[in-house]
């Protein structure tokens, strides 16, 4: 297990070195570096899927990692049904050079990977889940030992992505404003809360494991009606979640369950009529700000949404401890976090880190500048329509303390910088004060537009780098092995090695 000085003891260690250094500076200096943690206490993860071990085996897979990467822990996609951690490339991208060239597009299906052992599931309708796509294969039993072997560490990575064929979702599914089901998962639903608990306590009871890497990308209703995360379009007509669960926590919480959905329904009007181009009288913004003023419901409402999602953080957290102590629990922060202040305004590093040992927080940057353009052109569609892009883009530059990156013009085919990692890696660092680890999400090979920045050998060094120049507690290489080129892998690992 890594090494971890308790924050009270870092302190009086500190307090103490701080005394001792007007007499003995050259004693402090020696004793500064031996209290620093030595480089191999790191965390050097890497995201990666079921697939690719079954296409080019375990330990030639883990060589590789080990070799190329510098990679120390394992962080093992078992449950998603989502593309971006598991399967092969995804379609219409350059195969990386390793690993089947050959699309799974027809046979990829998603689930849990693991095997699931079914008196864990007893309090939740979503108990059918197992991957079928590679037989008999579980991907923890085979990977496990092998990684013992070698004295790394093994993260289980869980993901709240579904699809709306698997037995329970359509039962457990959030309501829109319409009041259609969706195919995402109510978080206030007690069989959803189940799952998740149900899952990380399978997985940590059944595998020797050093615990979950747990990922919730969903964004709340607000973000939803604006479209202000760089992979959503605007869908204002189609927020969530309006089901009889909602209803029940909304009244504990004393919010108008009938105000908030009219609410939303004036703020569906109000995104329908800027995308038309019908300007309020008093513009945008105003209109925007009016509508948070006179239905406050609003973000009481995208409020519930984040309080549910980060309760089943917590509800995690606490499964997995209560199997055993020292297990570990990290909490995937999401890009939108990075590029979108209004969300930044809704996620407390400091009560995060209350509920987690670490968070793994996305400064992907190569891809950072294709995605941090779209947020602009989508909130300037919107909220800011009045606001030209390129003038838009620099007073966010401002406000979310990024540097000198580039232009709107150039932004997706740019890139972000490397210290824009340093930068999102320090305000990461100050936001938890000590409570808890983090380790930055490395962008290796993220798939982009084709006029896109593609990463490069100098990108990826540099970006690694940067994260761990800046105090990082180690770096995550993302999304997954299966779409990363070896030569950006191998970039990744010099950085790693040369920051030692
Ligand atoms: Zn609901």
């Known amino acids: 297990m890594t090494t971890r000085i308790p924050r009270r003891t870092f302190l009086q260690r500190s307090a103490a070195l701080a005394a001792t250094a007007a007499v003995h500076p050259t004693l402090v200096a020696t004793q500064a570096r031996a209290a620093a943690p030595a480089p191999a206490e790191k965390t050097i993860g890497l995201q990666v899927g079921a697939v690719s071990f079954v296409d080019e085996g375990v330990d030639r897979v883990l060589d590789i990692l080990q070799e190329k990467g510098a990679v120390n822990t394992i962080f093992l996609t078992t449950f998603t049904y989502g593309r971006g951690l598991a399967g092969r490339q995804i ?5 990386p050079d390793h690993g089947s060239q050959e699309s799974d597009e027809k046979t990829f299906h998603g689930g849990n990977y693991a095997t699931p052992h079914a008196e864990f599931y007893k309090n939740t309708v979503l108990r059918d889940t197992r991957a079928p796509e590679h037989g008999d294969f579980d991907v923890v039993a085979a990977v ?10 093994l993260f289980c990575s869980v993901e709240d992505v579904f699809r709306p064929d698997i037995a329970g979702v359509n039962e457990t599914a959030e309501v829109d404003l319409s009041g259609n089901k969706t195919g995402t998962l109510c978080l206030y639903h007690p069989d959803v809360r189940a ?10 009871t059944s595998y020797d494991i050093d615990g979950i890497l747990f990922f919730n990308e969903r964004n709340g209703p607000l973000l939803r009606a604006l479209g202000t995360s760089h992979a959503q379009d605007i869908a204002s007509a189609r927020v969530t979640c309006f089901c009889e669960h909602h209803r029940r926590a909304a009244r504990e919480q004393g919010i108008d369950f009938d105000r908030a959905h009219a609410g939303y329904s004036k703020l569906n009007e109000f995104v329908q009529a800027a995308l038309s181009d019908r300007r309020p009288s008093d513009g945008y913004f105003v209109e925007f700000w009016r509508l948070l003023v006179e239905w406050p419901e609003i973000l009481a409402w995208n409020r519930l949404f984040d309080a549910a999602k980060h309760e089943v953080v917590a509800e995690v957290n606490a499964a997995v401890k209560a199997v055993r102590e020292n297990l570990e629990v990290g909490f995937h922060i999401e890009h939108v976090n990075s590029f979108n202040p209004i969300f930044r305004a809704t996620r407390r590093y400091d009560d995060l880190a209350g509920r987690a040992d670490f968070l793994k927080v996305v400064a992907y940057n190569n891809c950072g500048g294709e995605r941090y353009a779209r947020f602009i052109r989508n909130v300037g569609s919107n909220v800011f329509r009045d606001v030209p892009h390129e003038e838009l883009l620099r007073f966010n530059n401002h406000v979310l303390g990024y540097g000198d990156e580039a232009g709107m013009n150039e932004l997706a085919t740019a890139g972000l910088s490397a210290d824009y990692v340093a930068r999102e890696t320090r305000r990461a660092l100050a936001g938890v004060q000590g409570k808890c680890r983090i380790l930055p999400g490395i962008d290796i090979d993220i798939p982009t537009d084709p006029t896109s920045r593609k990463a490069t050998p100098n990108d990826t060094y540099a970006a690694t780098a940067a994260a761990l120049a800046a105090g990082a507690h180690g770096v995550i290489l993302s999304r997954k092995y299966s779409e990363m080129r070896l030569a950006n892998l191998a970039a990744a690992g010099r950085a790693v090695r040369d920051s030692a």
């Open 144 to 153: 496990l030992p092998a990684v013992r072997r070698r004295g790394m560490k």
């Open 195 to 204: 799952f998740w608990t149900g899952l990380v306590t399978d997985l940590c």
């Open 91 to 95: 379609p219409g991208q350059p195969f």
